[in-house]
C-alpha cells in the first residue's frame, strides 16, 4: 500500500491482489493423485492370477522327465570312441604384467 500526500489530499494507492490460480493447483493435485496410484498399482497390487489349462503335449514331457541318464554308458559307445581331439586344452593366461612399473 501507497500513501502519497498531494496539497493536503491523500492519494490511497493499491496493489492488485491476485487470484488463487484454480486450474493450477486443480491439474497439481490431479497429477500426484495419478503418480501415487501409478505407484499403487504397479508396485503393491497383486496380479490376478491366469488360470492356463495346460496341453496335452504335456502329458508327454512328464514321461521325458522320467527318463535315467548314465553318463559311464555314452563313454562306452562305439561311436562316442571314434571321437578325436584336434587341439589342446586352453591356457589360462596370468592376468597382468610381472612387472607393473616397467614402460611398454
Avoid: C, H
Avoid at 30 to 52: N, Q, R, S
Amino acid at each position: 500500500m501507497f500513501i502519497t500526500k498531494n496539497n493536503n489530499m491523500a492519494i490511497l494507492v493499491q496493489e492488485e491482489e491476485k487470484g488463487t490460480n484454480w486450474v493450477t493447483i486443480l491439474s497439481t493435485i490431479v497429477i500426484i493423485v495419478v503418480i501415487f496410484a501409478g505407484a499403487y498399482y504397479f508396485f503393491f497390487k497383486k496380479p490376478e492370477l491366469i488360470e492356463v489349462v495346460a496341453p496335452g503335449s504335456l502329458e508327454n514331457v512328464s514321461s521325458i522327465s522320467k527318463i535315467s541318464f548314465d553318463p559311464q554308458g555314452v563313454l562306452q559307445l562305439p561311436t562316442f570312441k571314434l571321437l578325436r581331439q584336434y587341439g589342446s586344452a586352453p591356457s589360462v593366461p596370468t592376468p597382468g604384467r610381472s612387472n607393473p612399473f616397467r614402460p611398454f
